[in-house]
């Protein structure tokens, strides 16, 4: 993060960066796919809003790859505002003590039926503060109950990262960032299946482009 920080001191200088640059960059933070939407982020930032993030809930799930979380957690944190939003670990805090004593304890529990709740609870004296402790609590006292995730209606387990298509998604990036182009039989070797359906994602996503018949390089479009 540091060095990613440090590449892109501005909004700006990461707006008008080169897209391999950026996923170079990122390497070790995630997947390459919010790469591609923090970049595209700070390109809405510039042209739609003089170059200042938003505070506003509203405004920010405007923005590319933002979502209710991400923009609760980006308007409370940053600004301190007054935002009700749910991740794993409140969505446990909330779980363990106010649906603890259901009458089907395998009952999945909705967002729709936690967010009252968790407005009526909510310490409007320090947002920042609050949001920090029920993310801190179910992360660490709650850790014990792993129960707890499995009545979480939108909770998937997901599937091993080795050997899934998440992975060699990420090997053909690698490849790329390597190599700036290749054709679809070079970046067939880094793979054992057939990766014509991830090649057609990547390039849904704006990942990458087809920049000559059966040659793929980094997707370099503004915005």
């Not at 993030?53 to 940053?78: E, H, Q, R």
């Not at 039926?113 to 920090?132: D, G, H, M």
Request: with cysteine; proline share 7%.
């Amino acid at each position: 993060f540091p060095r990613f920080i440090n590449a892109f001191p501005t909004i700006n200088h990461l707006a008008s960066a080169p897209l391999d640059k950026v996923l170079k960059e990122w390497q070790g933070m995630g997947y390459n796919r919010r790469a591609l939407y923090v970049r595209q982020c700070a390109q809405k930032i510039v042209t739609a809003f003089d170059g200042c993030i938003p505070s506003d809930v509203a405004l920010l799930k405007t923005l590319p790859g933002i979502g209710p979380y991400t923009a609760g957690a980006v308007s409370c944190f940053a600004f301190n505002t007054r935002s009700v939003f749910l991740d794993t670990n409140i969505r446990k805090f909330f779980i363990h003590y106010f649906f603890a004593s259901a009458p089907d304890n395998n009952k999945k529990i909705s967002d729709a039926e936690i967010l009252p709740i968790a407005e009526r609870l909510f310490y409007t004296k320090n947002s920042r503060v609050w949001n920090y402790a029920l993310m801190d609590y179910g992360a660490l006292v709650l850790s014990r109950k792993p129960e707890l995730l499995p009545r979480v209606k939108s909770y998937h387990k997901q599937s091993p990262f080795l050997g899934s298509n998440r992975f060699f998604r990420s090997q053909i990036v690698q490849y790329l960032l390597k190599h700036k182009q290749a054709t679809v039989n070079e970046l067939q070797q880094t793979s054992p299946r057939d990766i014509s359906p991830i090649l057609a994602s990547l390039q849904k996503e704006g990942l990458i482009q087809e920049i000559k018949p059966a040659v793929f390089a980094f997707r370099q479009v503004f915005p």
